[in-house]
Nanobody
Framework: QVQVVESGGGLVQAGGSLRLSCAAS????????MGWFRQAPGKEREFAAA????????SYADSVKGRFTISRDNTKNTVYLQMNSLKPEDTAVYYC?????????????????WGQGTQVTVSS
């Protein structure tokens, strides 16, 4: 079993930056990749970014490409999401997720473990 816990959300003005962290614990050696999804009010959960534990290959949604950067620290079993040039439309609950198998990274079905989410609010 794996547990993931997000931190780092908050309120920021448009154009500002935030860094989210996701700490994994438990059987982390079994993980293949980790990712970030987000869900805005009244909308479906959508993929934002993902990274593989081995090799550090990354994947981004078009909506965040060039503004968000996902990275990992294997020694701390932690994944980060650096969010720059934030826009009001980035406002959402951000969820960290972890997957054991090499499934497509941009779909929620590729992840077995989910955190509780952290709120990010971008004011205009």
């Amino acid at each position: 079993q794996v547990q993931v816990v997000e931190s780092g959300g908050g309120l920021v003005q448009a154009g500002g930056s935030l860094r989210l962290s996701c700490a994994a614990s438990g059987r982390t050696f079994s993980l293949h990749h980790m990712g970030w999804f987000r869900q805005a009010p009244g909308k479906e959960r959508e993929f934002a970014a993902a990274i593989t534990w081995i090799g550090g290959s990354t994947s981004y949604a078009d909506s965040v490409k060039g503004r968000f950067t996902i990275s990992r620290d294997n020694t701390k079993n932690t994944v980060y999401l650096q969010m720059n040039s934030l826009k009001p439309e980035d406002t959402a609950v951000y969820y960290c997720a972890a997957g054991k198998y090499p499934k497509p990274l941009a779909t929620s079905g590729g992840y077995e473990y989910w955190g509780q989410g952290t709120q990010v609010t971008v004011s205009s």
